[in-house]
């Protein structure tokens, strides 16, 4: 180590000229964002509002830039166990900035297609170009040059650990077992699939674009898709649209809507929307943002669906006339994304859990109040954690709500029995096997009628 770390000078070159360079430095930026402020990934890589570094780079670069985040977040305890085992002691305090170029350099060495080299390198000069981390650089170079050395070694001594972190891994081995709860974790570690939900003609358009029928749900989960989603077949027709099969799994519950009316509550971005009016309902989409509203009214006008559309909060909504069912899709933890979403690990904790509880409590009970006696509640998420699901669900009733638990109106579809539980809710998570392979979000959808209490 100190061989290389003799080695090493300060790079006197721009270093924002490198190739390569602009974009490792962004996603260090980001990553730091994440981590130290919790800040949700989404928004800082979105191309208009998002990171200045981000949206200074070009399509190329933003790429990378993604894909450099994404598998850090994936890998992060790994990849911290990894820089660790190289370091004679912890870095100090004061160099979080160093931590995060040097997790987006090992994750670059360890985990992505990328020459070692180039991504020593340009961690080095990053290194070098930050005043706070200059006197750092050698350690830099001594550490990555390390770890590619001993790459094989290092990756094998990484399989016994838990690719998500201290808290969540024991909420889940406290609630599904460790056997359970370790093949969460890994399969967090698979890149998300692409799941399409379709108007009609599931088979067809399975072989047209390439892919499998998932459930009895109209999901085709694509093969190997290669270019911009929007640029496939059937996209600007309007013939599907992008929904997880796990998220497509409750509005189906309903089963045939035609004659009645329902609300999509928090209906954003629009695809349950969507499959309740193919459903047959008279669907009113309510949605608290604004420019997520508008977000849904251009996703259904794009499949040439109508629905009405209200910018309201459902907690304040007053409807003329109660609705015959409701679909709530409470915002919760998003512990059941990760694989779309590796931040929500890094950006949320218990406490978070135990707070948006709270909220989705409120939301059902409110929810109840919006459909006719005799109506159903379809409440969902896509939180691993019972706090978010059944313990909202058993609170409510014990609490006296007028609400009784129903069996799902489209019954209990063969494909999807492993994920019943014994009082008939669905309970889905990324452990589940389809086809032999994982590949499935959390999900937890149950069905309550509204009684005359």
Known sequence: MNDDMKRTAPNKDRPNDKPGYAARAAASKILAAVVDRKT?????????????????LGPADRALTRA??????????????????????????????????????????????????SAVDIAVEQANADPRNKRFSGLVNAVLRGMTRRKAKILDELESVSPIPDWFAERLTAVYGADTAHAIGRAQLQPPTIDISVKSDPEGWAAR??????????????????????????FAEGEWWVQDAAAAIPATLFGDLTGQRVIDLCAAPGGKTAQLVMQGGQVTALERSKSRLRRLEQNLARLQLSAETIAADMMEYQPEVPFDAALLDAPCSSTGTARRHPDVFWTKDFSDIEKLAE?????????????????????????????????VVERLLA???????????????????????????????????????????????????????
């Open 40 to 56: 949700p990934l989404d928004g800082m890589i979105d191309t208009e509002h998002g990171n200045p570094a981000y949206r200074a």
């Open 68 to 117: 450099l985040v994404l598998t850090t977040l994936r890998h992060k305890p790994m990849i911290d166990q990894a820089i660790a085992s190289l370091l004679d002691r912890p870095l100090p305090g004061g160099a979080r900035a160093l931590s995060h170029v040097l997790a987006i350099a090992a994750a670059q060495i360890l985990y992505l297609d990328v020459p070692d080299h």
């Open 209 to 234: 674009l390439g892919g499998t029928v998932l459930f009895s749900t109209g999901t085709i989960r694509l093969d190997a898709p290669s270019g911009a989603v929007s640029d496939m077949d059937g």
């Open 359 to 391: 909220v989705q409590y409120a939301m059902a009970r409110r929810a109840l109040d919006l459909v006719r006696p005799g109506g159903i509640v379809i409440f969902s998420n896509c939180s691993l954690d019972p706090l978010e699901g059944e313990t």
């Open 399 to 453: 609490d006296g709500a007028p609400a009784e638990r129903a069996a799902f109106p489209a019954g209990r579809p063969d494909t999807l029995a492993p994920f019943f539980d014994a009082n008939g809710a669905i309970r889905t998570t990324p452990a589940a096997q389809l086809d032999g392979k994982t590949g499935l979000d959390g999900f937890y959808a149950v069905a309550l009628r509204r009684t005359d209490g």
